[in-house]
């Protein structure tokens, strides 16, 4: 089922926009029969690396031979996508029959319930149906008044890099929106932090004091990253010696670590998950649209950076894989971020820049990213509107090439590629 058709189906039943709360979801999960209070989850926050973090869990529990549930958003081609059993999408039969199920109950409600609402109680009746031992639960916007936040109890809770984005609705500022992310953190419940701006530390500190839960914290320096062998990045990391994984942007080392420090949590509080199922699941792991080869000749990356710290993070892999150190950038972008500063991020690394419009009702027109970027840059900046008639361009040109912006457009460059 496309995401298109699912979003389609469901937004009858859906109040318009994104409205953080947890009393609608709260309403219809209890009209439904609170399924998720039988499910043991890893709660995973932050604003870039999230769903990177989360993929490398899930497969590693996987290959311990646990039942893993994955909950992710959005989806770049399918909505299943983003509800996984041990790696394997939700099937159309079975999403369909709960989401007629789900949008029985919605259709009684007075306050509507949103659409992410409506896909989080979709996932939650699906993972208690197939019994997984465990659900990696992806926050879909801030923390505190997420969807997501509904579970009672997590196993671990999990930060990663934050950043200032959704400015309008976590806050204008690093600490207010720390503090949303923050709100996943639970009485005595393990915290996984990756280390980063003092602002967020001290907050994130401060709140695991209060609620007396454990942290561990993972930093950048203490992981040893070797040469790629066959598309995989090779490192080390704590007691781990030539961990390898198939993602290739350099920040996804980061996530890694992550992956592996919550895994450590696990195995201290109990569960039996061997280093050869750590390094299993780490080489199986498949996260597409970050840093992700489309063809090497001309070499075509895509990324899904779509704030300024994702920008400055696929940069740093982008100076290192390409052979000049600069690219062709296809950008599109969403109107609501915060694209100026991302321009001035990537500026560095431009050969040139093809603008493109995300097929996406948010979506900022290629003719306002292409006034915008000529603000700041002295080369070729053009304008092809759409995403397909960009890496056309780009492919014909014979241009070394870096897409990216937003997510949205990250489905239909990989489905054109597929085409090919």
């Known amino acids: ?31 439904l029969g609170d399924p998720q209070d039988d499910l043991k989850y890893i709660h995973i926050a932050g604003t870039n690396g999230k769903g990177s973090t989360a993929s490398m869990i899930a497969s590693v529990l996987s290959s311990a031979g646990y039942k893993t549930g994955l909950y992710t958003s959005p989806a770049l081609n399918r909505f299943n996508e983003r509800i996984r059993v041990d790696g394997e999408e939700i099937d159309d039969a079975s999403l369909m029959a709960i989401a007629n199920l789900v949008t029985l109950q919605a259709d009684k409600m007075d306050d509507k319930p949103t659409l992410f609402e409506l896909m989080t109680a979709i996932a ?12 990696v639960l992806e926050v879909g916007m801030g923390g505190r008044m997420d969807a997501t936040n509904l579970i009672k109890e997590a196993a671990v809770s999990v930060i990663t890099q934050i950043d200032k984005d959704h400015m309008s609705v976590l806050g204008d500022t690093l600490s207010k929106i720390a503090g949303e992310k ?46 790629r062998i066959d598309h995989m990045q090779c490192f080390d990391y704590g007691h781990y010696e030539a961990l390898k994984i198939p993602l290739l942007g350099l920040y996804q080392l980061s996530n890694a670590a992550l992956a592996v420090e919550v895994i450590d949590v696990l195995r201290r509080i109990g569960y039996t998950i061997s280093d050869k199922a750590v390094r299993t699941g780490l080489e199986k792991v498949k996260w597409p649209g970050r840093f992700e080869y489309m063809c090497q000749k001309p070499l075509f990356v895509v990324d899904g950076a779509h704030n300024v710290n994702g920008i400055k993070a696929m940069a740093e892999s982008l100076a290192m894989l390409f052979p000049a150190g600069k690219a062709t950038i296809l950008m599109g972008v969403m109107a609501d971020k915060a694209y100026q500063e991302m321009i001035k991020c990537i500026i560095p690394y431009a050969e040139r820049f093809i603008c493109v419009t995300p097929e996406n009702s948010r979506a900022l027109p290629s003719r306002r990213l292409k006034e915008q970027i000529q603000m700041y840059f002295d080369g070729d900046v053009l304008d ?37």
């Open 124 to 135: 939650f009746i699906y993972f208690e149906k197939i019994a997984c031992d465990f659900v």
């Open 182 to 227: 923050a709100g996943i953190i639970r009485e005595k419940t393990p915290v996984v932090l990756l280390n980063q701006d003092e602002v967020v530390m001290k907050l994130m500190r401060e709140t695991c004091e209060r609620f007396q839960a454990p942290l561990t914290v993972v930093s950048k320096g203490t992981i040893c990253r070797s040469q």
């Open 384 to 420: 092809t509107d759409s995403v397909a008639d960009g890496v056309a361009l780009a492919l014909k040109m014979g241009w070394d090439t870096c897409a990216f912006g937003s997510l949205y457009m990250v489905g239909a460059i990989r489905a054109q590629f597929r085409q090919l």
């Open 1 to 31: 089922m496309t995401a298109l058709e699912a979003a389609s189906f469901l937004e009858a039943y859906a109040s318009p926009g994104s409205r953080l709360g947890l009393e609608r979801v709260k309403a219809l999960m209890h009209a």
